[in-house]
């Protein structure tokens, strides 16, 4: 008998006969006797005994989307993983709008908002990134394809993560019930909610990545303590050249000679 886990909102929820329905779903099930784990995508399965879906524990196999280690809380409570998960989606709503309203304030969302004469200058920055081009196109604090991160998150993918976890909660689904029904459903947004959660993942494991070409100590200390040292390329000073003295033309009389 297989039985699907669906992952939702970082945890799990158990369905029954319809997980071959989902989008994507962690499941575990029983072969020659033995419990295994599986990920399916599309229909498209794999084996993940031992990370996901099943797991030994000192009770014996045992049914578990993710391991321990990676879940808060650490035991299998939806409960108490929705609580936490909304506490930390509060804490991100307020720590985001925070930094908006900062930027507005000092006029710093404009060096970093990405228009139409930024999009001219993403090949040359992707050729710069990939050691193709020797010098930077960059205008200003902020380069092309930080212009385009920063606005995909603050424009798209932060406001669509926020709906879509509003969207899979009772509460809200009673009070704004527009809000699922812009999804399509609540199975719908969890399918959203969890794309968007990874696309977030990937949006900071970019910027590692860009920290760590770029000069990881460099940019660590600039994090932390706000300093951050320019390269500066020292131009060679102009050679100057002699000019040669000028021809001086001496006279010379030539010897008178006498006639006896």
């Known amino acids: 008998m297989n039985v699907g886990i669906v992952v939702a909102a970082g945890k799990s929820e158990r369905m029954g006969p319809n997980v071959d329905k989902a989008f994507l779903s962690i499941g575990s099930h029983r072969e020659n006797g033995n419990l295994r784990g599986y990920v399916d995508l599309y229909g498209y399965r794999v084996d993940t005994t031992g990370v996901l879906g099943a797991r030994q524990t000192t009770a014996g196999p045992a049914e578990r989307a993710f391991p321990s280690w990676a879940t808060v809380p650490g035991y299998y ?11 930390f989606g509060w804490l991100f709503t307020i720590n985001g709008m925070l930094y908006v309203f900062y930027n507005l304030a000092v006029g710093h969302l404009r060096k970093f908002f990405f228009t139409l004469g930024d999009a001219k200058k993403i090949p040359a920055m992707i050729a710069y990134y990939l050691k193709l081009r020797k010098t930077s196109p960059q205008e200003g604090e902020y380069n092309p394809l930080q ?3 920063y606005t995909s998150v603050f424009v798209l993918l932060a406001p669509l993560i926020l709906l879509s976890g509003m969207a899979m909660s009772p509460q809200l689904n009673v009070a704004f019930n527009w809000i699922p029904a812009m999804f399509g459903g609540r199975q719908s947004a969890r399918t959203i909610h969890f794309v968007l959660a990874f696309s977030f993942l990937f949006f900071v494991f970019g910027h590692v990545f860009m920290v760590v070409t770029q000069g990881f100590f460099n940019n660590m200390r600039s994090m932390i303590t706000g300093w951050y040292r320019e390269k500066v390329h020292a131009e060679p000073a102009p050679v100057q050249v002699a000019e ?5 033309i001496v006279a010379t009389e030539e010897p008178s000679h006498v006639k006896a």
């Open 244 to 248: 040669p003295a000028p021809a001086t």
């Open 77 to 87: 409570s939806l409960a108490g993983a929705r609580r936490w998960h909304f506490f």
């Open 147 to 149: 212009k385009l991160a």
